[in-house]
């Protein structure tokens, strides 16, 4: 059984990323995203088709396409461990469903983060083995050897 996501969990790590929560009631959420005057999130609980208690995040202001994703990609960072659903019942076009990862989909992103940090990495150790060789070429020529050809 997947675990229960809960809404204060969620609300402090998006917070501490620096989105403003704007705590709306359902009213003001039902007006819809361009209701409040400051960008901000607003965060119910719901249950999913399989009757897990998860949290639906929406965004909300004049500018919540930015504020949605800026909640989609804290959540999704590695260290939080959450997977956000944007498409799925009972979720508008503003709003996200977010629930604890599972570990296999926790692997998945490791795989393609490493994946898409190859190219950069190979690069910089290949700079690394140029400018280690020319210090010790330098090394050696500061010390009276010089190479024979």
């Known amino acids: 059984m997947p675990r229960v996501t809960r809404s204060h969990t969620i609300r402090r790590h998006l917070v501490d990323g620096g989105l403003v929560d ?8 039902k007006a819809g995203p361009d209701g409040p005057d400051t960008d901000g999130f607003s965060l119910r609980q719901q249950r999913d088709e399989g009757g897990t208690l998860v949290v639906v995040a929406g965004a909300y202001g004049p500018n919540w396409l930015r504020t949605l994703a800026e909640l989609s990609g804290r959540l999704e960072q590695r260290h939080i461990k959450c997977t956000v659903i944007a498409e799925a019942p009972g ?5 996200v469903m977010v629930r604890w990862a599972t570990s296999a989909e926790l692997q998945a992103r490791a795989a393609d983060q490493a994946a898409r940090q190859a190219p950069l990495k190979s690069l910089l150790q290949q700079q690394e083995a140029q400018q280690r060789a020319e210090e010790e070429k330098r090394a050696f020529e500061d010390a009276g050897q010089f190479g024979l050809f």
């Open 91 to 95: 979720v508008a076009d503003h709003e």
């Open 22 to 29: 704007l705590r709306l009631t359902e009213e003001e959420e």
